[in-house]
């Protein structure tokens, strides 16, 4: 596993689409559908015209952006499932990232539906403003439904907005093609290589490793003050990313420490620990994230880095035991180039007043760090249709142990969800650039 120099993939202008859906009681009743393709604006009154002029388009491999397809999306994958037509999704959370479909299993092209919102991070009015200096149309969602006219305008301004600060956004990054803005900034950020940064880390270290990666700690301890002062951290992530070392090469466990790597170690603190506001935590098997002082734990077991240790050592805490723990044998600058050179051009950017170029590269600063931690499964989600033309493929293997072998593991990666959709876990572990102990020192 590593970090190897790319050159990025790029998506033709041609392909992208702007698309929106219109409709009353939040998602019971379509009223109105548009697309927009930077010449013209096809509306459709009719959800299932306006999904099917979009797959009769196809063979053009169109990428059509929803800003907030977890809404729109709705729309399309009812549409999809009732016409047994072959998609997949991927999805984060309650996010839908993408909807990938088209109307033949044997088919060799795609329509892409996306979201906009995971590249843009913003409302669409905020990035008219920003990219085109003028935002979306009044709307009274209460009573101009009925005013056609006003809907038509509304939905082409929100469509014309949002394609044209795609191909804004899109003329800034140079034209690559990624679904979310932390895959995007990752990929520049490997276009930017002059060197492979190797790791090598196999599927025990990874478990290890997600023992220390948590959330940033954001709590409200008093509720109620006078003459309070606000603070903000310039860029903290970047800051962060820039300025401290991180861990490279072989991985290995090991039972002490070597304070001249960087190291990961799960201690037993052996000395009495309070503060108002501890710095100490603990995941537990609700993976909700507590911290504490140790007197609340039974076990006294946390799970620190090096860089966690010395602020311990610096307090006097020098009382503990380390249980095991993995260390890297090379460790170095690694972000700290790239994020000097963004955050330079992002301060010219300002100093001319350029909105967008600011906007993109601050979004770019504060995204990289996401993708070193994706976690190596990801369910996508299928019809019943599907589900049975990949069932048919693996019962049509001849050889019966390799038949049985991949029919246990198919079926041990699906999961029915009702409403003829199951969905399906691959597994995304050898991705060459995850790294999850780069998150584990960046969440510091």
């Known amino acids: 596993m590593s970090l190897k120099k790319i050159k990025g993939r790029k998506i033709k202008l041609e392909r992208?689409?702007?698309?929106?859906?219109?409709?009353?009681?939040?998602?019971?009743?379509?009223?109105?559908?548009?697309?927009?393709?930077?010449?013209?604006?096809?509306?459709?009154?009719?959800?299932?015209?306006?999904?099917?002029?979009?797959?009769?388009?196809?063979?053009?491999?169109?990428?059509?952006?929803f800003h907030n397809l977890s809404y729109d999306g709705v729309f399309i994958l009812e549409h999809l499932i009732r016409k047994n037509y072959y998609f997949s999704v991927v999805k984060n959370g309650s996010y839908i990232y993408q909807i990938k479909c088209r109307r033949?299993?044997?088919?060799?092209?795609?329509?892409?539906?996306?979201?906009?919102?995971?590249?843009?991070?913003?409302?669409?009015?905020?990035?008219?403003?920003?990219?085109?200096?003028?935002?979306?149309?009044?709307?009274?969602?209460?009573?101009?439904?009925?005013?056609?006219?006003?809907?038509?305008?509304?939905?082409?301004?929100?469509?014309?907005?949002?394609?044209?600060?795609?191909?804004?956004?899109?003329?800034?990054?140079d034209f690559i093609n990624a679904i979310s803005l932390s895959s995007l900034s990752l990929t520049k950020f490997r276009m930017s290589l002059d060197n492979e940064i190797y790791y090598k880390i196999n599927n025990k270290l990874d478990e290890f490793g997600r023992q220390f990666y948590f959330g940033s700690r954001v709590e409200v301890f008093r509720f109620y003050g006078e003459n309070i002062y606000g603070y903000d951290v310039n860029s903290m992530y970047p800051y962060v990313m820039s300025n401290f070392e991180y861990p490279y090469g072989k991985?290995?466990?090991?039972?002490?420490?070597?304070?001249?790597?960087?190291?990961f170690y799960r201690v037993r603190l052996k000395f009495h620990y309070e503060q108002y506001i501890p710095f100490l935590f603990?995941?537990?098997?609700?993976?909700?994230?507590?911290?504490?002082?140790?007197?609340?734990?039974?076990?006294?077991?946390?799970?620190?880095?090096?860089?966690?240790?010395?602020?311990?050592?610096?307090?006097?805490?020098?009382?503990?035991?380390?249980?095991?723990?993995?260390?890297?044998?090379?460790?170095?600058?690694i972000f700290r180039d790239y994020i000097n050179e963004l955050y330079s051009q992002r301060v010219r950017a300002k100093e001319q007043g350029n909105?967008?170029?600011?906007?993109?590269?601050?979004?770019?600063?504060?995204?990289?760090?996401?993708?070193?931690?994706?976690?190596?499964?990801?369910?996508?989600?299928?019809?019943?249709?599907?589900?049975?033309?990949?069932l048919q493929k693996i019962k049509s293997i001849e050889?019966?142990?390799?038949?049985?072998?991949?029919?246990?593991?198919?079926?041990?990666?699906?999961?029915?969800?009702?409403?003829?959709?199951?969905?399906?876990?691959?597994?995304?572990y050898f991705s060459e650039y995850m790294n999850v102990y780069f998150l584990s020192l960046i969440h510091i």
Not at 109 to 115: A, E, L, P
Not at 251 to 263: A, L, Q, T
Not at 283 to 300: A, I, S
């Open 16 to 65: 992208i689409w702007a698309g929106d859906i219109e409709a009353e009681n939040w998602v019971q009743n379509f009223v109105m559908g548009g697309y927009y393709n930077g010449e013209n604006y096809f509306l459709f009154d009719k959800l299932d015209e306006f999904i099917e002029f979009m797959l009769s388009r196809e063979k053009s491999n169109p990428v059509v952006y």
């Open 104 to 173: 033949r299993v044997d088919g060799k092209n795609w329509v892409y539906f996306r979201d906009s919102y995971i590249l843009l991070r913003s409302g669409l009015n905020e990035l008219g403003k920003i990219f085109l200096g003028e935002g979306k149309l009044e709307f009274d969602y209460e009573s101009d439904f009925e005013n056609r006219a006003k809907l038509e305008e509304y939905l082409k301004r929100d469509l014309y907005i949002l394609y044209n600060v795609l191909i804004k956004f899109f003329e800034t990054i």
């Open 251 to 263: 991985c290995y466990f090991v039972s002490r420490r070597n304070i001249k790597r960087i190291g």
């Open 282 to 333: 603990r995941k537990f098997g609700n993976g909700k994230l507590y911290f504490l002082n140790n007197d609340d734990v039974e076990d006294n077991i946390y799970y620190l880095n090096s860089y966690e240790l010395d602020l311990l050592e610096e307090e006097g805490y020098y009382n503990y035991e380390i249980i095991d723990g993995v260390e890297f044998t090379h460790k170095g600058f």
């Open 355 to 390: 909105k967008i170029l600011n906007y993109v590269l601050k979004l770019m600063l504060n995204s990289l760090y996401g993708k070193f931690g994706q976690t190596r499964k990801r369910k996508t989600y299928i019809t019943e249709f599907q589900y049975t033309i990949m």
């Open 399 to 428: 050889d019966e142990l390799v038949r049985l072998e991949k029919l246990q593991d198919f079926v041990s990666r699906t999961k029915y969800l009702g409403s003829g959709v199951y969905s399906y876990e691959t597994d995304l």
